[in-house]
């Protein structure tokens, strides 16, 4: 990954390029361990903000 996560309203977005999430998701997708993508956008903003679960969730995935 190219760069530290981005801090917006407590959700932390990844700085990769679409060659670097392609690989990623293979990787991922190559595991025995379960895990999720997730993908966030400004309207689950807001909401992430103000709900610790929802932040914890986005927070959480192994690649946004």
Same mark, same amino acid.
């Given at each position: 990954m190219t760069a530290e996560p981005v801090d917006v309203l407590g959700v932390l977005f990844q700085g990769?390029?679409?060659?670097e999430a392609a690989a990623e998701v293979a990787r991922l997708?190559?595991?025995e361990? =379960?895990?999720y993508v997730v993908k966030p956008y400004s309207e689950f903003m807001p909401r992430a903000h103000?709900?610790?679960r929802v932040r914890a969730i986005l927070n959480g995935a192994?690649? =946004?």
């Open positions: 990769l390029t679409r060659r997708a190559g595991e361990s =379960r895990t103000d709900d610790e192994a690649m =946004r």
